[in-house]
Every structure is written in structure tokens, then in C-alpha cells.
């Protein structure tokens, strides 16, 4: 049984166009996070909640955003894609942030 | 700033053989957790064993073990009788989830 859902798996937009990227889970953990992969690249921390507690990484751009309305689901907005934010966008989630993560399948975001 | 360093970017192996995938980091916390990440072709992320910083013995999950040296801020991970199904890209992780660059494994029948 998937225990962390990403939907959608595929998603195209519009240059410029805002979209957003959801994340739910069904193991109860407290800390959820957002990652950037690129081609042949490692996963890229953009940000991560510790139940409603929000920490942003420093080099982050603004364009990202994130909201976490309850334990179960995190989303990851986009208020303008560039075509530099093509990519894989993971989502994780951990008990406590000290333990192993377990990862959603993706979203492949392209911009056209 | 956490810095995870994994020297090699691509390794192959045939079937059957062991291979060691090397990672080195940098941290200022005593106690901690480590590590390995697969991620297949596929592109799902999945846990492949994990290391307590504060035991002194080296974590095994059936064909795959780790090297652990504290001291020298390395964990390495060797996989035993290698199989296709090991073909994926490896990511190390010392702590909160910020990974190194991978090393990309081949598995040639």
C-alpha cells in the first residue's frame, strides 16, 4: 500500500502559470519534505515542516512555496515556473527527522 | 553547511561480484543517523539500510553492509552478489536528509 502519495505523477505548465503539487501520507509522521531533482542530479532540499513548523533552506527561491493544512498532506506551489523549474519534485516524509524518510513516487513538472 | 562527499559518480560491477560505493561527510553532531539511498530507473526513492552513529557495529540488511568510521566521518556501503535489480542510482544521507551527489550503478550481467 503507497504510504506516501504524490499527485499528480505527470504535470505540464504554462510558463509563468502558478501550479501546485500535492503530497498526502498515511504513516502519521510529523515532518514532511519538499525535494528539487534535475536530470542526473541529487535530490535538492527546497523545504520541510516539522508539524506546523516551517523551515525554508536558505537558497530557496521565493517562487516556491508550501503549505501544510494538517498532519496528512503537504503542497508545494509555484507562483511562476520558469523553464529553469523543469524537474522530478519528491516528497518525503519522517517520524521525527532523525529516522529514514519515506518518498512519494514524484511529480515530473515540465513548463512549456 | 553539511557537506556529503561521494567520490565516485558511476561504478559498474558484474553479476555476482561485490562492490563498494564510498561516502564521506562532515558534522558537528555527536549522535546521529546515516544513510543509503536507492533510486532506481523508476525514480522512487527507497531506503536501503541505515546507520546508528552511536553503535559501534556495522549495520547489515541481507547482501548490503556498511563500513562505519566515525572518527574519519566516512560510510561506505558494499553490496555482496551484486544483482541486476541493483542497477540504480545511490545516494548517501549522514543526517537530515541532505544528500551527496550519488554514484551511479551498473550491474552487467
Known amino acids: 500500500d503507497a504510504m506516501v502519495i504524490q499527485n499528480p505523477r505527470y504535470q505540464v505548465t504554462q510558463f509563468g502559470k502558478p501550479v501546485t503539487l500535492s503530497c498526502s501520507q498515511t504513516?502519521?509522521?510529523?515532518?514532511m519534505y519538499w525535494y528539487q531533482q534535475k536530470s542526473s542530479q541529487a535530490p535538492k532540499l527546497l523545504f520541510h515542516y516539522y508539524d506546523k513548523d516551517f523551515n525554508n533552506e536558505a537558497d530557496t527561491p521565493d517562487n516556491f512555496q508550501s503549505r501544510r493544512p494538517n498532519t496528512s498532506f503537504c503542497f508545494l506551489d509555484i507562483r511562476s515556473p520558469g523553464l529553469g523549474d523543469a524537474a522530478m519534485y519528491l516528497c518525503a516524509t519522517s517520524r521525527d527527522g532523525t529516522v529514514e524518510a519515506f518518498f512519494g513516487q514524484g511529480t515530473r513538472l515540465t513548463v512549456v | 553547511a553539511q557537506t556529503v562527499t561521494q567520490s565516485q559518480p558511476e561504478m559498474s560491477v558484474q553479476e555476482a561480484e561485490t562492490v563498494t560505493l564510498s561516502c564521506t561527510y562532515d558534522t558537528s553532531e555527536n549522535n546521529y543517523y546515516l544513510f543509503w539511498y536507492k533510486q532506481p530507473p523508476s525514480r522512487q526513492m527507497i531506503l536501503v539500510i541505515r546507520?546508528?552513529?552511536?553503535?559501534?557495529q556495522n549495520a547489515t540488511e541481507n547482501r548490503f553492509s556498511v563500513n562505519f568510521q566515525k572518527a574519519a566521518k566516512s560510510f561506505s556501503l558494499k553490496i555482496s552478489d551484486s544483482q541486476l535489480g541493483d542497477t540504480a542510482m545511490y545516494f548517501c544521507?549522514?543526517?537530515?536528509?541532505?544528500f551527496g551527489k550519488g554514484t551511479k550503478l551498473t550491474v552487467n550481467p
Open positions: 504513516l502519521n509522521h510529523n515532518v
Open positions: 546507520q546508528e552513529a552511536y553503535k559501534q
Open positions: 544521507a549522514p543526517e537530515k536528509l541532505v
